[in-house]
């Protein structure tokens, strides 16, 4: 069984950082970042690839960075210059390494205000 710890979020000014981590445990394959703002679908905000590469949705391309550690089984997002358009609920996302089903974290809230 795949379960996925996500941390991190909170209340940040505009221009402001924050770290999101995702611990995950069991046979996984690449993990990555997606959000959901309110009213709107679910989109891409960084990810591994099977290849190792890193893939990063266009809004967030030069400001955030996703990084991990294999021995831990962990993804982290670095998020700078934040704005507050990036106000989310941002999950973790992986699937099994055998039986491909996908699985998400608990989502985590990141709200960017003044």
């Known amino acids: 069984q795949v379960r996925m710890v996500e941390s991190g979020g909170g209340l940040v000014q505009p221009g402001g950082s924050l770290r999101l981590s995702c611990a995950a445990s069991?046979?996984?394959?690449?993990m990555g970042w997606y959000r959901q703002a309110p009213g709107k679908q679910r989109e891409l905000v960084a990810t591994?690839?099977?290849?190792?590469?890193?893939d990063y949705g266009d809004s967030v391309k030069g400001r955030f960075t996703i990084s991990r550690d294999n021995a831990k089984n962990t993804v982290y997002l670095q998020m700078n210059s934040l704005k507050p358009e990036d106000t989310a609920v941002y999950y973790c996302?992986?699937?099994?390494?055998?039986?491909?089903?996908?699985?998400w974290g608990q989502g985590t809230q990141v709200t960017v205000s003044s």
């Open positions: 591994f690839t099977s290849t190792g590469s890193t």
């Open positions: 069991g046979n996984i394959n690449a």
């Open positions: 996302k992986t699937t099994g390494r055998f039986s491909g089903t996908v699985y």
